[in-house]
């Protein structure tokens, strides 16, 4: 008995041991399959270092959307602008007498624009040259007065075509807005000579320049506000010629 005895507790320590070294194994292949768990694949590397951009592309993760595209050469969009002006003593009247002819205005100017150039430049001037088609009709609101005297009873109105105006863009791909500038000819036709004296005749010719500022929208369309100083004169077909100047300020919108 005492043997079997002796035979049982030896097997019970040879399990016990094989016991505790199985047991061993595996909880050190359980720390080893946690840690492995842990660990990154390449895969998930390489979608990390994506979702962590570096510093130099941080800021372009704001950048304008479809910058290159939307002002490639070639592209075109249509617009309108409506604004309001009033005429002004420069240069000061010299050959008629007192004053100036004071018109107030309201003025409506749909327009066309193409890209001529695509963007170029690599410094602050960096942008995009377009050409610009405009008609225009200018009509007075209150009436005309010379003096303190009323010379003519609104509306009044000038209807025009500017059809070589050119228009540059200083364009950022860090900003959804630019500041413009523009400059354009054409000629215009309509009774503001009846009560202007700087001007006789029905045709007249348009001079003018001006800038602005867009703001861009992701949808393609924009908003802008703009100035510009506008000339008219029927450069000397008939006289007196002295020439209408106003002061024009516009809001507009393109798509």
């Known amino acids: 008995m005492t043997k079997y005895c002796r035979i049982f507790i030896l ?48 800021a372009n993760s704001t950048s304008f959307p479809n910058f290159e595209s939307r002002f490639a050469k070639k592209q075109h969009e249509f617009g309108l602008s409506l ?9 000061p009247a010299t050959g008629i007498s007192g004053q100036r002819t004071e018109i107030r205005a309201i003025h409506f100017s749909p327009n066309f624009k193409y890209n001529v150039t695509g963007l170029w430049g690599n410094s602050f001037y960096r942008g995009a040259l377009y050409w610009v088609v405009e008609p225009t009709v200018v009509i007075s609101t209150v009436d005309p007065q010379k003096n303190g005297v009323i010379v003519d009873q609104a509306p009044t109105f000038m209807i025009g075509l500017v059809p070589l105006q050119l228009e540059y863009k200083f364009l950022n791909l860090g900003r959804s807005w630019a500041p413009f500038v523009f400059a354009g000819v054409g000629g215009a036709w309509g009774d503001f000579f009846e009560g202007a004296v700087e001007i006789s005749t029905a045709f007249e010719f348009i001079l003018q320049t001006g800038a602005g500022i867009e703001y861009f929208f992701d949808n393609g369309t924009s908003v802008n506000f703009n100035y510009r100083l506008w000339h008219l004169s029927n450069s000397n077909i008939k006289s007196p010629n002295t020439g209408l100047n106003a002061h024009l300020f516009s809001l507009g919108y393109s798509f």
């Open 83 to 91: 604004g309001f002006g009033f005429s002004i003593n420069i240069p």
């Open 11 to 58: 097997a019970l320590a040879l399990i016990s041991l094989g016991s505790e070294k199985a047991f061993a194994d595996l909880f050190s292949s359980k720390i080893k399959g946690d840690v492995q768990s842990w660990a990154l694949s390449p895969d998930d590397e390489i979608q990390v270092a994506q979702a962590v951009p570096e510093s130099g592309e941080a």
